[in-house]
């Protein structure tokens, strides 16, 4: 069974770095592309980030580029996102997403963890 | 970036009933569209990708059509648990977006 555990999120100020963790297992996790998905409260889905099976490709959305590092550990099964100059803008649920295949669409969801940017 | 545009916002529906969503998008994603379902406090579920390929365990009362930059998302009946968020997305190109969203609510 398909499993995506993320982890780290809280409290932070605005300015401060907070790093995500996506836990996965029951399925080969080197060999598919990865990827954050946020949601603001109350508002859609909006894709973060995007890194390739061997960790050689990243993607951002604009809002975060410069400023999010996407990354994994092949060798523990786990995805990273390092956030960095937090805004309130970042607040979100954050999830971890598995494609179904070679394409971006996601059919493995984690189930969230908040970041809330608040001083 | 290509910009989805989900109408309406808001469906209103008696269950057993039809409901068609539609997804517009900025410029052609060919056929390169999935749709997601997202019930409160719940991570989304792949509902159809591919346009009009239903994801495993899907029922067959949710179907997709469309190319280009028109999709329809249409439930044929609907039952109770289906009133929810539908999103759709664009993996034709980068950066990957979704659409806002249509909520699907009962009349």
């Known amino acids: 069974e398909v499993q995506l555990l993320e982890s780290g999120g809280g409290l932070v100020q605005p300015g401060g770095s907070l790093r995500l963790s996506c836990a996965a297992s029951?399925?080969?996790?080197?060999?598919?592309?990865m990827n954050w998905v946020r949601q603001a409260p109350g508002k859609g889905l909006e894709w973060v980030s995007s890194?390739?099976?061997?960790?050689?490709?990243?993607f951002y959305a604009d809002s975060v580029k410069g400023r999010f590092t996407i990354s994994r550990d092949n060798s523990e099964n786990t995805l990273f996102l390092q956030m960095n100059s937090l805004r309130a803008a970042d607040t979100a649920v954050y999830y971890c997403?598995?494609?179904?295949?070679?394409?971006?669409?996601?059919?493995?969801w984690g189930q969230g963890t908040l970041v809330t940017v608040s001083s | 970036e290509i910009v989805m545009t989900q109408s309406p916002v808001t469906l209103s529906v008696s269950p057993g009933e039809r409901a068609t969503l539609s997804c517009r998008a900025s410029q052609s994603v060919i056929s390169y569209l999935a749709w997601y379902q997202q019930k409160s406090g719940q991570a989304p579920r792949l509902l159809i990708y591919g346009t009009s390929t239903r994801a495993t365990g899907i029922p067959a009362r949710f179907s997709g059509s469309g190319s280009g930059t028109e999709f329809t998302l249409t439930i044929s009946s609907l039952q109770s648990e289906d009133f929810a968020v539908y999103y759709c997305?664009?993996?034709?190109?980068?950066?990957?977006?979704f659409g806002g969203g249509t909520k699907v609510e009962v009349k």
């Open positions: 029951g399925f080969t996790f080197s060999t598919y592309v």
């Open positions: 890194i390739s099976d061997n960790g050689g490709d990243t």
């Open positions: 997305q664009q993996y034709y190109n980068w950066p990957l977006t």
């Open positions: 997403a598995k494609p179904l295949s070679d394409y971006h669409h996601f059919d493995y």
